[in-house]
């Protein structure tokens, strides 16, 4: 690849490599759906990759099931409520707020924003009408995959409020009595662990722990000794880029720059005091900072036209320092259960 080439922006194409975190993911769904769990949440910090492992697992979990089962996503947009947790003499009821008419206007918009979501015709203004809208859609695309299985991916689910979600407990109910079996996934960032604790102190909340809440599963990041199978990855699903490099250069191969990388985290836990095995055991790099960081380390390759020996752990700090990751680096660090200081966590 020449310089102009490289000047045109040839990059990795946006391709979702199947990384051992995507894997357990997809184990941990198999799972659910065996089961019968009709609701979970999957939850994991920011840029770690978690809507983009789920569409990858979803897109195969028929086949990996071994019968058909349908799904959509739906993408919560806005703030949700600040959900507090009862104090001690009293619970929290889940009840709607007494001016009728907006509740509907609530839940009209809900409904409607659902069906933007699965590019379905949004149907008019009144919500029985949304409601049986919606319905007979997610039966339609189960039916055309001839499954009696759908999941409903619920994405930025930490957004989703009080009323949200009962809502879906009536489209969860509704599909049930259509014949379906659904299974609602909770897809949401740290806050989303303690929304399950919410709704369990409610005096009302089981009903909707029970559905939503049954399992969880945090989305961890990759870990040190899997930086090799996934930078591996990069070279059978996204090709283009890295062979030209590798070929032109022979600067380029996946062991020696997993290597560099390990090394460079390495240096930095022990600028950090962190030395023992069990601490570098610890350390999790978001999927998407990794992928940005073998950007920058591919792309510092071919502007400086480096050689193999010019490839060096520098460059690896470096590129992993363009990420922005040392800045924040302690808050992808286990155990999987995301630590919350307790000053943030209400009533704790």
């Not at 894997?23 to 089961?35: F, G, H, M, Q, S």
């Not at 990388?261 to 836990?269: M, P, V």
Request: some cysteine.
């Amino acid at each position: 690849m020449d310089q102009d080439q490289h000047d045109k922006g040839e990059l990795l194409l946006p391709e979702t490599i199947p990384t051992p975190p995507i894997n357990d993911l997809a184990l941990e769904l198999l799972a659910w759906l065996r089961r019968g769990v009709p609701g979970a949440a999957i939850y994991g910090h920011w840029r770690a990759g978690k809507s983009w492992a789920l569409d990858y697992v979803l897109n195969l979990i028929s086949d990996v099931f071994g019968q058909p089962v349908a799904h959509v996503t739906w993408e919560i947009v806005g703030k949700g409520y600040n959900l507090q947790l009862p104090s001690s003499n009293e619970q929290y009821e889940l009840t709607f707020p007494k001016d009728p008419e907006r509740v509907e206007v609530k839940e009209a918009e809900f409904l409607r924003d659902r069906l933007a979501d699965m590019r379905a015709p949004p149907g008019g203004r009144q919500v029985s009408l949304l409601r049986l809208r919606l319905g007979n859609f997610l039966e339609e695309k189960a039916r055309a995959k001839c499954a009696g299985y759908i999941i409903v991916a619920v994405d930025e689910a930490q957004n989703l409020t009080h009323e949200h979600y009962l809502y879906m407990i009536r489209i969860f109910n509704d599909l049930v009595k259509r014949g379906l079996t659904p299974l609602f996934l909770l897809v949401g960032q740290p806050e989303l662990y303690y929304q399950e604790r919410i709704w369990l102190e409610g005096k009302y909340g089981l009903q909707v722990a029970g559905r939503f809440f049954m399992a969880s599963y945090f989305f961890r990041g990759v870990l040190l000794h899997e930086i090799e199978e996934v930078f591996a990855g990069f070279h059978i699903h996204e090709q283009p880029y890295v062979a030209k490099i590798s070929g032109h250069y022979g600067a380029v191969d996946p062991t020696d720059y997993a290597r560099l990388f390990g090394k460079a985290i390495e240096q930095f836990a022990k600028s950090v005091n962190l030395t023992k095995p069990e601490d570098l055991q610890r350390f999790q790099i978001p999927m998407q900072t990794l992928r940005t960081a073998l950007l920058s380390f591919l792309d510092e390759i071919v502007k400086e036209k480096l050689t193999r020996e010019q490839v060096t752990v520098d460059l690896a700090r470096k590129s992993l320092g363009y990420t922005r990751y040392f800045d924040v680096w302690h808050r992808y660090m286990g155990p999987e259960v995301p630590v919350v200081p307790v000053a943030e966590v209400p009533n704790a």
